[in-house]
């Protein structure tokens, strides 16, 4: 499979700081890339995507960054808040169109 | 509305018996998916329909695991005779489309004794 792995497996910060979640992955075509957030006993939640003719893409108090060059997503947090603590992952797609690949997780902790 | 649903949301079961995991994709959505994510890990792919058509099955790990959706729409993965390391987490995520978002049920923990 595809090698999609982030730097930090564990990110604590305080509430109202903002965070930064990264990303690497292995293959430069992976077209199309996703932040999902879990939450203990729930399955992933879509969060954020990005297309690979894009390197910035905005959503609520939520940023995804791409590094075509050095092969790099980050998912920046804006006022981190205590209900965004959970295990966040990146996936990509690459080639077969259906199949996507998981980095193993960051767990984001938020201190009150 | 509704989202994807799966049952049992728990199983445990002994080494060497069969399961049956159900998925209730969310309606109308074509593409379902479903991944196993073993503990501390990421979800890993192990099958794909488009409707009742199994287009990709490259992610089961061996042949004891089998999908099906006969109607293209619920989905039933089996898992036969059991083995330990087949202990995981089993997602089921459906799209209304290849490729677009995918819904995320909320999983069946397996556990194999």
């Known amino acids: 499979g595809e090698s999609v792995g982030l730097h930090l497996p564990t990110l604590s910060v305080q509430e109202g700081d903002n965070s930064i979640i990264n990303c690497a992955y292995s293959n430069s075509a992976s077209d199309y890339f996703i932040w999902y957030k879990q939450e203990s006993g729930k399955g992933p939640q879509f969060i954020i995507d990005?297309?690979?003719?894009?390197d910035k893409r905005q959503g609520q108090r939520v940023t995804v960054l791409l590094n075509k060059t050095v092969k790099h997503l980050s998912l920046q947090i804006a006022a981190t808040q205590p209900g965004d603590s959970a295990v966040y992952f990146c996936a990509e797609r690459s080639g077969n169109f259906n199949k996507f690949y998981f980095g193993s997780g960051t767990k984001l902790n938020v201190k009150p | 509305g509704a989202g994807v649903s799966q049952s049992p949301r728990y199983k445990v079961a002994k080494r060497g018996q069969d399961v049956a995991l159900r998925c209730d994709p969310i309606s109308g959505h074509v593409s379902l998916f479903w991944y196993q994510q073993a503990l501390g890990q990421g979800p890993e792919f192990l099958t794909y329909?488009?409707?009742?058509?199994?287009?990709?099955k490259s992610g089961l790990p061996s042949d004891r695991f089998f999908a099906e959706r006969p109607e293209g729409s619920v989905s039933t993965l089996k898992i036969q005779r059991t083995q330990q390391e087949d202990s995981a987490v089993y997602l089921c995520?459906?799209?209304?489309?290849?490729?677009?978002?995918?819904?995320f049920g909320p999983g069946t923990r397996l556990t194999v004794t």
């Open positions: 329909f488009q409707n009742e058509a199994q287009l990709d």
């Open positions: 995520a459906s799209s209304t489309d290849r490729g677009s978002e995918q819904y």
């Open positions: 990005i297309r690979s003719n894009m």
